[in-house]
């Protein structure tokens, strides 16, 4: 059975950083996609990063390039999203998910994922 926990959420002023991490269990971690999304009020779930099958490569929304890294811990099966500069628009649920069979260009695509975590909420605000 697969799960996947997030953590690290809260309220940040604007221009701070979290540190968001994800463990997942019940799965072979290095041969899954891992990405983290993310849902703001009213509106559609929307891709942040992620780490690709095999090569690793981690692609990211423009909206938080330059400001958000992802990263991966395979002796912990964690997945971290270090997010800095944070932005009133950053505002939302963050989520994690995870997919054993996504090809590098559906990476941005909720459909593509079938395991998601129950989401932390991230509230960037003065």
């Known amino acids: 059975q697969v799960q996947l926990v997030e953590s690290g959420g809260g309220l940040v002023q604007p221009g701070g950083s979290l540190r968001l991490s994800c463990a997942a269990s019940?799965?072979?971690?290095?041969?899954?996609?891992m990405a983290w999304f993310r849902q703001a009020p009213g509106k559609e779930r929307e891709f942040v990063a992620a780490?690709?099958?095999?090569?690793?490569?981690?692609p990211y929304a423009d909206s938080v390039k330059g400001r958000f890294t992802i990263s991966k811990e395979n002796g912990k099966n964690t997945v971290n999203l270090q997010m800095n500069s944070l932005k009133p628009e950053d505002t939302g649920v963050y989520y994690c998910?995870?997919?054993?069979?996504?090809?590098?260009?559906?990476?941005?695509?909720?459909?593509?994922?079938?395991?998601w975590g129950q989401g932390t909420q991230v509230t960037v605000s003065s």
């Open positions: 998910a995870a997919s054993g069979t996504v090809i590098t260009s559906q990476l941005r695509a909720r459909s593509a994922y079938n395991y």
């Open positions: 019940g799965l072979t971690f290095t041969r899954y996609a």
């Open positions: 780490f690709t099958r095999g090569h690793g490569a981690t």
